[in-house]
């Protein structure tokens, strides 16, 4: 009777831990809580470098106009809000000197990157009125651009420049010559023509031997040489004398 009820006993217990190994195979897992992302850290500001004591540097970084007499600064026209419109100049410490007239510039034409300078008032100091030999004008540029030379109303083709059988430029009467580029910027002063004849040619030389770089390689055996300008370049002749 007692092993029965041994047996049952035990039966029993393998019939609670069968059951409690199916209810726990059954039971979902419970599935982990998402972790939190980590909030971004702030970018750091980026350092403002500190301000160039150059005016034209200054000038450039408020987009400034640049006021020009020729191709030298007489001032600077303000577009920062707080001094709009105000000419300033640059005093011998780099410190700008505002408030010196209310200007603006005046557009000559739609398609033109030029303006002309105009003021309500006119600044009365700080700018050398007697010096100014051209009107005055605004660029955006920092500087102002360098002016080429310019032929005088005067100037009558004096002699054409040659190089063997090649043009290489005219000389004037001015004793300004252009070489063939045609740029105002290349032009020499202070050139002459030797006088030629008797069988010898007219030599062209400039004062600065090195800027008659532009009219071509200088070769003692094939010099540069002038005829008149109705001839040809292997003519040879000599220049008329004035």
């Given amino acids: 009777m007692r092993t029965w009820h041994s047996i049952c006993i035990i039966a029993w217990c393998f019939l609670l831990l069968a059951s409690y190994t199916v209810s726990k195979e059954n039971t979902p897992e419970p599935k982990p809580e998402p972790k939190p992302k980590p909030e971004p850290k702030p970018k750091p500001e980026p350092t403002k ?6 005016p034209e540097i200054i000038a450039r970084n ?20 707080d001094s709009w419109a105000q000419f300033y100049v640059f005093d ?12 603006g510039c005046a557009p000559v034409g739609a398609s033109m990157d030029l303006w002309l300078w105009s003021c309500a008032e ?10 100014i030999k051209t009107i005055p004008y605004c660029t955006r540029m920092t500087t102002c651009p360098p002016f080429g030379q310019r032929l005088t109303m005067d100037a009558m083709q004096r002699a ?9 430029g005219l000389l004037y009467s001015t004793g300004q010559a252009m070489p063939n580029s045609g740029k105002s910027k290349d032009m020499v002063a202070q050139c002459s ?6 069988g010898k040619p007219s030599i062209f030389s400039c004062e ?12 003692k055996s094939n010099p540069f040489v002038c005829v008149t300008p109705q001839q040809a370049c292997d003519a040879g002749s000599e220049i008329p004398k004035s």
């Fill in 49 to 54: 470098p500190a301000p160039d004591p150059n």
């Fill in 208 to 219: 600065d031997a090195t800027a008659m770089k532009v009219f071509g390689k200088d070769d």
């Fill in 62 to 81: 408020n987009m400034d106009m640049t006021v020009c007499a020729g191709e030298d600064v007489i001032g600077y026209i303000s577009n920062k809000q």
């Fill in 122 to 131: 006119w600044p009365q100091q700080h700018v050398d009125w007697k010096g």
């Fill in 160 to 168: 054409k420049i040659c190089q063997g059988s090649q043009e290489v």
């Fill in 92 to 103: 011998e410490q780099g410190n700008p000197t505002p408030g010196l007239g209310t200007c």
């Fill in 193 to 198: 023509c030797s006088t030629g004849g008797n």
